[in-house]
């Protein structure tokens, strides 16, 4: 909350000093998909935000490789120009016929081995807490990967199924969907799954035709959706928002319009929308957003 508002001012700021119009559009753009969670960016060469504690161990332990991964680049680097110089044929004429150093073989045998142990280890531990939940799931979807969208299916007392597939732009303003820097191109869809704030959910991964993959980046999840088997997902959301992964697969000429999209919303919000859903799916999505919006730009003020 705090880095929105010093964001905000820096907007602010931005604009009180008559900026090109192109620099205040794009922190415009900015404060708005920050409002509304996690989705790519332009330019983005970085993780998305976390929003699961499991994405903020993959964000530390990509940190922790490049510890490693920086020094030796540069080292290597060093020593290729450093050959290049000192060894090439006009300063050095007659070669050196040396073919062994055992302290150096030692230690360019020794070092690989070092580094690899102090990568592999916590890199095992990493996998092993993505498939060891800390807890038992408190909601089960089941999600099938279809050429080229999604069946959600909620294993709840009253069974919900339902589809999400990408938005069209001519059903924007009938869907009530027309923000784009909420609803981006290519990335929006006609209906969200729905899960609540700090539950554990289960996602149960299948395909109807072909294989697809289920990736959620800012939950730090991805796995293949194969037909015929079920992978298994589980996240614990800790904030409010609406998220965009995408299939991850090559599965067919519209591979690259299979979006996914997530609403993670307050316990109380998602129990009104599920009980509404399964009578009215448009209506209580329509319910959501307009209490979901209506939320934001009261937060929005505020600041």
Known sequence: MTAMRNFQAGAKLLASAKFPASVWAAATLFTGASAHAAQPAPW??????????????????????????????????????YCILKFRASVN????????????????????????????????????????????????????????????????????????????????AAAGKEDRGAYPRLLAVDNEMVVPVNTMTRVLVTAADVIHAFAMPSFGIKTDAVPGRINEVWFKAEKEGLYYGQCS????????????????????????????????????????????????KVAAAGN
């Open 44 to 81: 983005e060469v970085t993780f998305q935000p976390a929003a699961t504690d499991m994405m903020r161990q993959i964000a530390r332990f990509e940190h922790y490789t490049l510890w490693f991964i920086v020094p030796i680049t540069l080292f290597v680097l060093f020593l290729l120009a």
């Open 93 to 172: 004429p007659v070669p050196s016929r040396t073919s062994h150093n055992t302290l150096i073989e030692v230690i360019w045998t020794v070092g690989p081995v070092v580094v690899l142990l102090m990568l592999a280890i916590p890199s095992f531990q990493l996998l092993t807490a993505q498939y060891t939940p800390p807890e038992e799931a408190k909601l089960t979807v089941k999600a099938t990967g279809n050429q080229w969208n999604w069946d959600y299916e909620y294993q709840t007392e009253n069974t919900l199924s339902f589809n999400s597939a990408i938005l069209a732009d001519s059903d924007r």
């Open 249 to 296: 697969e090559l599965c067919g000429k519209d591979h690259a319009f299979m979006p996914i999209a997530i609403r993670v919303v307050s316990d109380a919000q998602y129990k009104t929308w599920l009980a509404a859903a399964g009578t009215d799916l448009p209506g209580a999505n329509k319910a959501l957003m307009a209490e979901v919006d209506g939320k934001d």
